[in-house]
């Protein structure tokens, strides 16, 4: 190849490069468009789950209340409330010293 041939083909590969430049970026920024879209998504996901969770919290704990387990016991299980007389109250004696026989 003589220095004609590369004269001639110095437009060619400049546009060439232009253009392959431009497509590049084309794609980096539809890339980078994309790439937001996804990460949107997955924060509206994780609101979501969030919020999910705070509410099934909630339930159970409304489900847990004491006001209502002590009437679900006492009106569907026929328990009775504890009295004083029932409770048994467990002192600690101190710590057990063995002797050495």
Do not use: D, W
Not at 25 to 39: D, G, Q
Not at 48 to 60: D, G, P, Y
Not at 83 to 94: D, E, K, P, V
């Amino acid at each position: 190849m003589g220095t004609s041939h590369i004269r001639q083909l110095k437009p060619f590969l400049s546009l060439l490069f232009i253009i392959t430049t431009l497509l590049s970026l084309v794609f980096i920024k539809m890339e980078e468009r994309r790439l937001s879209y996804v990460v949107l998504k997955a924060t509206q996901e994780h609101k979501r789950v969030i919020e999910i969770q705070k509410q099934k919290e909630i339930s159970l704990a409304k489900l847990t209340r004491p006001q209502l387990l002590e009437n679900l016991a006492t009106k569907s299980l026929t328990l009775k409330r504890v009295t004083a007389s029932q409770i048994i109250h467990l002192t600690s004696l101190g710590p057990v010293v063995r002797s050495a026989n």
